[in-house]
């Protein structure tokens, strides 16, 4: 079992739709990041939770501690927000676990 | 806002031959690097922490030997794959924080490395 998982693995969507992605944890964490990664392979990083809330123009990334679980939220979707979301999580010595992406595809 | 810096950004050898993979904090200093390696459709795996001035810190299951990373300054790290396989043909990034604030990671563009 993974320790970091992400659901769903594969998303498509219509232009303007409201998107979740969901990352589960079961590991004891720092932080929790939110990476975006386009299919050149570059990656962007997102947000960095510890808890609460984060918004960054159409992107919300919420976490709640208690229940090991955050959220990132894509809302009116474009086509240029195709990408894989990668959700990792900082643990000791601040190395990184990641889940394993979701693919985003959103079609115009 | 923060860059990571990777060269090259794509290489392809001869099996055998070694290669070298650049990682450079460009605006900031960074005490400690991480590299990764991705395998397609796969998620990240972190192969090593490189540290500036002493050993680098490798996970289960990589090779030190076949995977040498050289922390020598507080802007660059450099992993050289040795004696490279087809085996070793791999997208490797790398990700840095800044040294005064490890809130943030910071990752290079990648660099993809195929072997023949």
């Known amino acids: 079992k993974n320790e970091v998982e992400q659901s769903p693995q594969n998303l498509t969507a219509q232009e303007g739709e409201f998107i979740t992605i969901n990352c589960s944890y079961s590991?004891?964490?720092?932080?929790l990041h939110w990476l975006q990664q386009h299919p050149g392979g570059g990656i962007v990083s997102l947000f960095m939770?510890?808890?609460g809330k984060k918004k960054h123009g159409r992107l919300i990334a919420t976490i709640n501690i208690q229940e090991k679980h955050s959220s990132l939220h894509i809302t009116a979707s474009h086509p240029r927000d195709s990408a894989v979301y990668i959700c990792a999580v900082r643990w000791i010595h601040d190395k990184l676990i990641f889940g394993t992406g979701t693919r985003l595809q959103v079609f115009p | 806002g923060a860059v990571v810096s990777q060269h090259p950004s794509w290489v392809i050898c001869k099996s055998g031959t070694s290669v070298k993979i650049e990682c450079r904090s460009l605006d900031f200093q960074a005490t400690t690097m991480f590299w990764y390696r991705q395998f397609p459709k796969q998620s990240l795996m972190l192969m090593a922490t490189?540290?500036?001035?002493?050993?680098?810190?490798?996970e289960q299951g990589v090779e030190k030997d076949k995977f040498l990373i050289n922390h020598a300054s507080l802007t660059l790290s450099t992993l050289t794959v040795t004696s490279a396989h087809p085996e070793d043909s791999s997208f490797y990034i790398c990700s840095a924080g800044d040294s005064y604030s490890t809130d943030t990671q910071y990752f290079g563009p990648g660099t993809r490395l195929t072997v023949l």
């Open positions: 939770l510890s808890s």
């Open positions: 490189s540290n500036e001035g002493s050993k680098a810190t490798y």
């Open positions: 590991v004891g964490i720092s932080a």
